[in-house]
């Protein structure tokens, strides 16, 4: 068999399999990789660790395996300390009896018992990810294969077994339905689920994109009840993609909320599996009417079961996002008590990784920047904090859990540099008082760089993938107390091939903001660099809130560009993280609050022209560019302060030109809604200062026309405002591509023009 993918899904690690067209053999003697071996091919691809999911104790792991001569997918157990492997599903097996075809395993899932396995095929894309797809439900010990419903019912989507085994619950057209294991009986529970109305048990277009939520519903741990989401996004309103590529427009039409505008109403729902009883509870996120005081829930669940029952959690967060309720309700009752509140005048930042249920169920931990900085809080399950596992001016960025046996907590975080992430151990104890200071951290990953790590469920293993500026990523197993037990990936292939090139190497230093505080940036120079010559710099940005481009990781594809950049063009690249940007802590990440855009291109003009003034940069050639908010960020540069005089050339790809335009959770969180805050979006928009575009800059917009995250009716407003402005300016547009602007040679297409862009204006 040839292994094609192994895809991991563990809770905090996965390494994604991407297509791309075949690789492209080096030409002899070239410094440097060409742009089609960068941006056309897998050439120069790290060869991605594909190694399926944890299976429920020990170095094992579960995988999908497509044998390329037959077609089958078999599903297989794999140790990876010794190489051992077990065949739990043979692809010759799965003959489905609906379609009378062969089925290809794309995701599945094994019964609390490991008699069954739930397996999905024939998937399709719903927004970003493949979640519509039919299920198949198949016994180890029969060999019998049958689907969970009727395909002519519709595609379903997040089907998973009830903890006592007794049935499965999915999700079809926006309702929820249940399969009896026993009788296989279908039975529906909600009915009111339409499009462009109701939604049960998943979630709208904004919510899958801005909180990462897509899977809306849960069995409670006996399995006699689901708790689910309900949206309501009748008075939402609808945008409209236009594909112009055939004789006559197509449309694409979906609800996307803009800022101030009215978002979908949510509450959750408590489903009887057995009595089909719906009941709701009250949890002030769908008024009547569309006022701001409707707010979100930005996660729930089941805690586990304490001895006296599981209860339903979940996280109320207001509109405006600067105050979040952590609230628990008894199935019963379904009265919500509040047990954990936390505000700022800013924001509060939610997520998968803010809440961890301990198995003793009495206990959760919870991450949060109160102190400033994010870090670890131990609570029991009433509300009372127990004790600070972590402290000081430093940042977790990762919870990856306690193991209960040692008393070790573990998580990934910024304590050596803001730049690093690491792996780090600390005991816990439950017993310790609220005031007391716990033991120091104790660093588990010592290579330089950044680490990103998965633990198997019993905590006795972790997966260790480990990459820095100058190294592509190393996958291995390690044991908990960090030893490495195996490595898994070393990308050989690509060290070799990286070995041909002289790639210049990114050097890592400081440059002065406009406020005068010394921001992260690196530099990349040409490799015959001459200090006694004067250079074009390019300088690259993202500078979103909590982002960071300036980190020791490998850049991929980014960074063999701007090496490529540095080589033929003969230029110095660099990057800074400017205020707003992550790893300093809130308040540094905070203080562009209300007024997106400002500081940070102050700061990149700052940077600019602090670089520009070393002997070795020629301060009248100096470019800028960037994608997505990065874009935005370019056009605030290019347009504001002494923009105009610092930069010669910029490119703005899929850039925001007004936050009106952008989506609602992700604008309101920083800019609060454009009522409140009018004066705030004017200034932060580039549509603003169309007008002071010099006439000696040279700009290039880029965008696709199907992007359905940054419309391009952003990039068409800015268009018209220059045009009305007399500006002369540059522009192109990618064809039915989305926010990504790839597939069909478009990223080739994409740099190559950016390339010859920066080689004719600097």
């Not at 730049?419 to 588990?444: C, F, K, M, N, Q």
């Not at 982002?547 to 080589?567: F, I, K, M, N």
Request: net charge negative.
């Amino acid at each position: 068999m040839t292994v094609l993918w192994r895809i991991i899904l563990l809770a905090s690690l996965a390494f994604p399999a991407t297509w791309c067209r075949p690789a492209v053999a080096q030409p002899a003697g070239d410094q440097v990789p060409s742009l089609e071996q960068i941006h056309d091919s897998r050439f120069l691809s790290e060869a991605p660790f594909l190694m399926g999911r944890w299976a429920d104790e020990g170095a094992n792991v579960m995988y999908a395996v497509l044998d390329e001569e037959t077609g089958a997918t078999s599903l297989v157990r794999y140790n990876l300390a010794d190489d051992s492997e077990t065949v739990l599903v043979p692809g010759d097996a799965l003959v489905a009896t609906d379609t009378r075809e062969q089925i290809q395993i794309e995701g599945f899932s094994l019964s609390d018992d490991g008699s069954k396995v739930l397996i999905l095929a024939d998937t399709e894309r719903l927004w970003r990810d493949n979640t519509l797809g039919y299920y198949y439900l198949y016994e180890i010990d029969t060999g019998l294969l049958r689907p969970l419903s009727r395909r002519s019912a519709g595609l379903q989507q997040f089907a998973k077994f009830s903890p006592d085994g007794r049935h499965v619950g999915f999700v079809r057209n926006r309702n929820l339905f249940v399969v009896d294991l026993f009788t296989g009986r279908e039975r529906q529970l909600t009915y009111d689920g339409s499009s462009g109305r109701i939604i049960n048990g998943t979630y709208d277009w904004v919510y899958e994109e801005q909180f990462g939520l897509s899977d809306g519903w849960a069995w409670s741990p006996d399995g006699s009840r689901i708790a689910f989401v309900k949206l309501d996004e009748t008075e939402t309103r609808e945008f409209a993609l236009v594909d112009l590529r055939s004789q006559y427009p197509s449309f694409e039409r979906y609800r996307y909320p803009k800022a101030g505008e009215a978002n979908s109403r949510i509450k959750i729902g408590v489903a009887g599996v057995d009595t089909g009883t719906i009941r709701y509870i009250d949890s002030d996120t769908w008024s009547a009417d569309k006022s701001d005081s409707t707010g979100y829930i930005a996660q729930m669940g089941w805690t586990p079961d304490d001895g006296t029952g599981a209860r339903l959690w979940f996280i109320h967060m207001n509109r405006a996002q600067n105050n979040i309720d952590l609230m628990i309700a008894h199935p019963d009752s379904l009265l919500p008590r509040t047990i954990l509140s936390e505000s700022d005048d800013t924001w509060v930042t939610t997520g998968d990784n803010k809440i961890t249920f301990l198995d003793d169920g009495d206990h959760f931990v919870w991450l949060s920047d109160r102190s400033g900085y994010n870090h670890l809080y131990l609570y029991r399950t009433d509300g009372h904090l127990e004790t600070a596992i972590t402290s000081g001016r430093w940042e977790v960025t990762e919870f990856h859990g306690v193991d209960e046996q040692s008393g070790s907590a573990y998580f990934t975080a910024t304590i050596d540099s803001p730049i690093e992430r690491h792996l780090y151990r600390i005991d816990v104890s439950v017993d310790a008082p609220e005031t007391a200071i716990g033991p120091s951290p104790e660093r588990v990953t010592m290579d330089r760089g950044t680490h990103r790590v998965g633990f198997s469920p019993d905590m006795r293993y972790f997966i260790d993938s480990h990459a820095s500026a100058i190294a592509p990523t190393v996958v291995s197993l390690h044991s908990t107390g960090g030893e490495r037990v195996k490595t898994l990936e070393a990308n050989e292939t690509l060290r070799e091939r990286l070995a041909t090139f002289e790639l210049p190497a990114p050097e890592f230093t400081t440059v002065t903001g406009a406020d005068g505080d010394a921001l992260d940036a690196y530099l990349i120079r040409p490799t015959d660099f001459d200090p006694g010559r004067a250079y074009p710099l390019v300088l690259y940005v993202y500078g979103g809130p909590g982002s960071q481009t300036v980190v020791d990781d490998w850049g991929g594809s980014r960074y063999l560009w701007h090496a490529y950049l540095a080589e033929q063009l003969d230029v110095v690249v660099a990057s800074v993280d400017g205020r707003g940007t992550g790893g300093r802590g809130k308040a540094f990440e905070s203080q562009t609050h209300l007024q997106l855009g400002v500081l940070e291109s102050a700061d990149q003009i700052a940077a600019a022209r602090s670089l520009g003034a070393r002997d070795y940069i020629d301060a009248d050639r100096i470019a800028i560019w960037g994608w997505s908010y990065g874009g935005y960020v370019t056009l605030m540069s290019m347009l504001t302060g002494d923009g105009p005089e610092t930069f010669k050339a910029g490119i703005a790809v899929a850039p925001v030109t007004d936050w009106r335009l952008y989506d609602s959770i992700y604008t309101e969180r920083y800019m609060s809604t454009p009522s409140k805050n009018p004066g705030g979006y004017d200034v932060a928009a580039p549509l603003t200062y169309a007008d002071r575009l010099a006439a000696d800059q040279r700009l290039l917009l880029v965008h696709g026309d199907l992007d359905d995250n940054v419309h391009f009716q952003q990039s068409v407003q800015m268009v018209e405002k220059l045009q009305r402005a007399g500006k002369q300016f540059d522009m192109m547009m990618y064809p039915g591509r989305d926010h990504s602007i790839y597939g069909e040679g478009a990223r080739l297409h994409l740099f190559t023009m950016i390339t010859e862009y920066l080689r004719e204006h600097l």
